[in-house]
């Protein structure tokens, strides 16, 4: 079965930093680019970044409200994608999802899904 | 805020028909891919559409997705109780240089 699981999540103080892992198993993981998204309690989808495989260079992208505090990284021999969260602020309180760029699209489209992390952010 | 705009709600009595409409620029969705997803309540996304109009496997054919411009749209036919979820769009914007979703539609049945 393709899967991915997150894990890593948790209360942390404003400041601290927190990694995510995403294990993935069910499909070549290298082969793959994997995304990090987040949901806010109660608001829209948000990306965070992807990391593409290392067939196009193992390289990450970030969103503007991310970059310099958070870092995406993988280990394909492990089948883990990671999310480093840095000077962590209350308003980076959510779902920590990851994702699989789908291999099947043109475009970008991801078509699997962890069950999510909860980050929360607080004093 | 999102730069991919959709109705906050739509609604129709099952056996019916939706549509969600998803508006964008020329940065995003008129020069880029939409991909559709469905959020049940709690669960995580779902990929629905992809590639403005294709359906993963598994993804009934009550489900399909259009592309006119810089608008997109998502249609489901023989609406279901289990079909009530939020539902979101996606593309690349090439502005940003990030992936941005719509501001997202909940669906409910009647």
């Known amino acids: 079965e393709v899967q991915l699981v997150e894990s890593g999540g948790g209360l942390v103080e404003p400041g601290r930093s927190l990694r995510l892992s995403c294990t993935a198993s069910?499909?070549?993981?290298?082969?793959?680019?994997m995304s990090w998204f987040r949901q806010a309690p109660g608001k829209g989808l948000e990306w965070v970044g992807y990391?593409?495989?290392?067939?196009?260079?193992?390289?990450?992208e970030y969103a503007a409200s991310v970059v310099a505090r958070f870092t995406i990284s993988r280990d394909d021999s492990k089948t883990i994608a990671y999310l480093q969260l840095n000077s962590l602020k209350i308003e980076d309180t959510a779902v920590y999802y990851c994702?699989?760029?789908?291999?099947?699209?043109?475009?970008?489209?991801?078509?699997?899904w962890g069950q999510g992390t909860m980050v929360t952010v607080s004093s | 805020q999102s730069v991919l705009t959709q109705p906050p709600s739509v609604s129709a009595a099952p056996g019916q028909k939706v549509t969600i409409s998803c508006s964008g620029s020329s940065s995003n969705i008129g020069n880029n891919y939409v991909s559709w997803y469905q959020q049940l309540p709690g669960t995580a996304p779902k990929l629905l559409i992809y590639?403005?109009?294709k359906r993963p496997s598994g993804i009934p054919d009550r489900f399909s997705g259009s592309k006119s411009g810089t608008s997109a749209t998502l249609g489901i036919t023989g609406l279901q109780t289990g079909d009530e979820a939020d539902y979101y769009c996606g593309t690349w914007d090439r502005s940003l240089s990030a992936y941005v979703f719509g501001t997202g539609t909940k669906v409910t049945v009647l």
């Open positions: 994702s699989r760029r789908s291999g099947a699209s043109v475009g970008d489209s991801f078509d699997i």
């Open positions: 069910g499909f070549t993981f290298g082969d793959y680019a």
């Open positions: 990391i593409r495989s290392k067939a196009y260079g193992g390289t990450p």
């Open positions: 590639d403005n109009n």
